[in-house]
């Protein structure tokens, strides 16, 4: 668990059963009312991005996500 106040870019979040990469946040303070902070969300299996808005220290659920290099082998024919 985390808080809005920590979020980073390329943090992963699980909300709504998928998961979520953070492309870019701001922490909005205005003159009159709660702060809050505005997200860009990109998800990690279709692409999707998304522009969604938390309040101030909400805790959101955090993923911990493995990228890794890999090689894919195919058999061709003979080879």
């Not at 205005?30 to 860009?40: D, E, H, I, L, Y």
């Amino acid at each position: 668990m985390a808080t809005s106040n920590d979020f980073k870019n390329g943090m992963v979040l699980s909300m709504d059963n998928a998961l979520w990469t953070i492309i870019e946040f701001q922490h909005v303070k205005p003159g009159q009312g709660p702060a809050f902070v505005r997200t860009k969300l990109k998800s990690v299996l279709t692409g999707k991005v998304i522009d969604r808005t938390f309040n101030a220290g909400v805790k959101v659920e955090t993923a911990t996500v493995d990228k890794r290099n890999n090689q894919n082998l195919y058999a061709d024919g003979d080879t």
